[in-house]
């Protein structure tokens, strides 16, 4: 065996697999933490409208400060329990998307 044939066949094919080997894996976790979270965002983008929905309808007499708290409360249970984080800056956002949603909705009927 020629030097030309052993560096292919011992050195550089081996380093190519290995190198295709570690991108592939790369690429399959970096497409599983995008999938994951592009659930966890359309998870929250439910639950925070169902919550204000439910919160509308279970608490409609009471004051708006009493239902974005009761909202809120469902709100961080839920997602808690399928384990999916939430900053009290995002929570506030979403909700108040979520009721201007709602209201737009509400008006347009």
């Known amino acids: 065996m020629n030097f030309g044939e052993y560096f292919w066949h011992e050195i550089a094919f081996p380093l190519l697999y290995m190198l295709l080997t570690v991108l592939a894996g790369t690429a399959?976790?970096?497409?599983?933490?995008?999938?994951?979270?592009?659930?966890?965002?359309?998870?929250?983008h439910t639950v925070v409208s169902d919550s204000v929905r439910a919160a509308q309808q279970l608490y409609g007499d009471e004051d708006g400060s009493v239902r974005k708290a009761k909202a809120a409360e469902t709100i961080l249970r839920l997602l808690t329990e399928k384990k999916i984080p939430i900053?009290?800056?995002?929570?506030?956002?979403?909700?108040?998307?979520?009721?201007?949603?709602?209201k737009r909705q509400v008006g347009d009927k």
């Open 28 to 44: 399959a976790a970096q497409l599983r933490r995008m999938l994951t979270r592009s659930t966890q965002e359309e998870t929250k």
């Open 87 to 102: 900053t009290a800056q995002e929570l506030d956002t979403l909700i108040e998307a979520a009721v201007a949603e709602f």
